[in-house]
C-alpha cells in the first residue's frame, strides 16, 4: 500500500489514539472517542493505520456506495491475515514453515472474494452465493437454530447461573455454522480455534511471534481439512453447502474456483461465528444493565427483533472497515490521493446524533434499522439473515426460559476484545431462576 505523507491529528495521547493502542478502558467504550471525530475531525489521517479515518455517518455511506472509486480489496485493513501474512513472507525471523504459510495465503488472497472483490467478480460470486442465504433458505433453518439454543439452556439452566459467553453465546453460532459446512462435532474446539486464528489479529495491531506463529499454522489446517472436503463433495456430493457451492452456475458466469472457494469459507466461518457471538452477547450485556428494557421485551416477545436492530446499532460486531480510492477524490470536503486507504468507522456513524437523535438509547418504539452494522451497497453482510435470525431466537427464548436475569460482576469488570475492530464482550458471568420449561 502506498504511504501517504500527510499532517496526523490523531496524537497517541487523544482517546482515538488509546483506542488504537487497545487500551481496555478505550476499547470498553469507544464512543467517546468516535464523538471526538466526528465534532473535530470527521476525515482525518491516521499514521498508525496509515488510512484516513472516516467517522460520520453521511461521509462513510457516500463511500460505501460507490465502489468504483472505493476498492474493497483490502476491506479488512492492515492488522488482517493477509497483511501480516505479507509481512512474515518478507521476514527472517520466521520459520520456514511459517513462511510457507503465509505465502500460501498471500497466493490465495490473489483471488479476492465478497467482502474483498469489487464488481464485476462481486456481482458474480455474490450471484452464485446468495441463495445459500437467502430468507426463505434461513427460515427453514429455525428449527435446527431452535433446538440448538434449547440444548445449550438445558445444560446450564438448573445451575442458577452461567458464564454467558462461553457456554451460549460462542457455542450457538459456531455449531449452527459449523453444522452448515458439515464439520463434525468432534472437531468443534479445533473449528473454534480455526475462527479465532482468522479475527485474531483484525483489530490488533500488536500480536507477539509466537502468536503469529500459532494464528498461521491454524490458518493452513483450516485450508488443508476443507480443501479434502472439497474434493470428497466432487466425488460424493451431500445435501450441504459445500456441495451448493461446488455445484452453483450462473448463465454465462465461470463457477466458483477452489481458491475462490477456500476464501469464502474463511469469511462465512468469521462472519456466521465470531460476529453473532459479540450481537448476542452485547445484546444480552444491555438486557443484564437495564431491568425496565429487560421486563419490556419479556412482556412483548414482538418487540425482540427491534431491540436486535439497536443493539447492532449501538454495539457494532465489526465496528469499522476499510476501503482503497481509486482516483484522487473527496470525502467530506477532505482530499483524498489515490491509493489512499480509508478506515470506514461504522461504530461512530452508529452514534450520529444528526441521524440517529439521543443515539445512546435504545428506541424500541420506531426502529432504527438504517444503521451501517452490516454495511450498505453492493458489500451489504451476506450473512445478515442468518445472524438476525439466530439473534432473535436465542434472545426470545433466553428471556422465556430464564427468570430474574442479573449480571454476577460488577459492570466495569467485563472486558472486551482486544480489537479496535471487532466489538464484544469476552465474558459475561450471570446469575438468574430458571423460568418456562422447555416446549
Known amino acids: 500500500m502506498k504511504q501517504v505523507a500527510q499532517h496526523d491529528d490523531i496524537s497517541p495521547e487523544s482517546r482515538f489514539g488509546r483506542l488504537l493502542a487497545i487500551e481496555p478502558d478505550s476499547v470498553r467504550c469507544p464512543f467517546a472517542a468516535y464523538s471526538d471525530l466526528r465534532s473535530e475531525h470527521p476525515v482525518t489521517w491516521s499514521s498508525r493505520l496509515n488510512a484516513w479515518v472516516v467517522s460520520r455517518y453521511a461521509d462513510i455511506r457516500e463511500v460505501l456506495r460507490d465502489p468504483a472509486t472505493f476498492s474493497s480489496k483490502a476491506a479488512s485493513g492492515p492488522s488482517s491475515v493477509t497483511s501480516l501474512a505479507r509481512h512474515i513472507a518478507e521476514s527472517s525471523e520466521f520459520p520456514e514453515r511459517t513462511r510457507r504459510q503465509a505465502e500460501r495465503r498471500l497466493r490465495l488472497s490473489q483471488s479476492p472474494v465478497l467482502l474483498n472483490s469489487d464488481p464485476p467478480a462481486h456481482k458474480r460470486q455474490r450471484g452464485l452465493v446468495s441463495t445459500a442465504f437467502a430468507p426463505r433458505r434461513v427460515a427453514q433453518m429455525e428449527p435446527q437454530i431452535q433446538q440448538v439454543t434449547d440444548d445449550l439452556i438445558d445444560a446450564f439452566v438448573a445451575e442458577g447461573q452461567v458464564e454467558f459467553i462461553g457456554d451460549f453465546a460462542l457455542p450457538l453460532p459456531m455449531t449452527v455454522i459449523a453444522t452448515i459446512l458439515g464439520v463434525p462435532p468432534s472437531l468443534m474446539h479445533t473449528f473454534k480455534r480455526w ?125 469499522g472497515m476499510f476501503r482503497t480510492a481509486t482516483v484522487d477524490c473527496k470525502v467530506g470536503g477532505q482530499a483524498i490521493p489515490a491509493d489512499s486507504m480509508l478506515y470506514l468507522v461504522y461504530g461512530s456513524g452508529n452514534h450520529d446524533a444528526s441521524v440517529f437523535p439521543d443515539p445512546e438509547r435504545i428506541e424500541l418504539d420506531d426502529s432504527r434499522g438504517h444503521h451501517l452494522a452490516f454495511g450498505r451497497g453492493e458489500h451489504v453482510c451476506l450473512g445478515a439473515n442468518l445472524a438476525r435470525k439466530e439473534a432473535n431466537i436465542a434472545i426470545r427464548t433466553l428471556l422465556k426460559r430464564l427468570d430474574d436475569i442479573a449480571l454476577a460482576t460488577e459492570p466495569e469488570n467485563v472486558s472486551y476484545h482486544n480489537s479496535f475492530i471487532l466489538r464484544g464482550p469476552r465474558s459475561l458471568p450471570m446469575t438468574f431462576r430458571p423460568g418456562q420449561a422447555r416446549k
Open 195 to 319: 475462527s479465532g486464528a482468522f479475527t485474531q489479529g483484525v483489530g490488533a495491531l500488536n500480536l507477539s511471534r509466537q502468536e503469529i506463529i500459532d494464528l498461521f499454522q491454524s490458518v493452513d489446517e483450516f485450508y488443508d481439512y476443507f480443501s479434502e472436503q472439497l474434493d470428497r463433495r466432487r466425488a460424493e456430493p451431500a445435501d450441504d453447502l459445500l456441495t451448493h457451492l461446488l455445484e452453483a452456475r450462473l448463465e454465462g458466469e465461470q463457477p466458483l474456483t477452489q481458491d475462490e472457494l477456500l476464501q469464502m469459507l474463511v469469511q462465512f466461518l468469521v462472519g456466521g461465528n465470531e460476529t453473532t457471538t459479540n450481537l448476542i452477547g452485547s445484546t444480552m450485556l444491555h438486557l443484564l444493565r437495564d431491568r425496565e428494557l429487560t421486563a419490556r421485551a419479556k412482556a412483548d416477545p414482538s418487540l425482540i427483533p427491534t431491540l436486535v436492530e439497536e443493539c447492532l446499532r449501538l454495539e457494532a460486531p465489526t465496528q
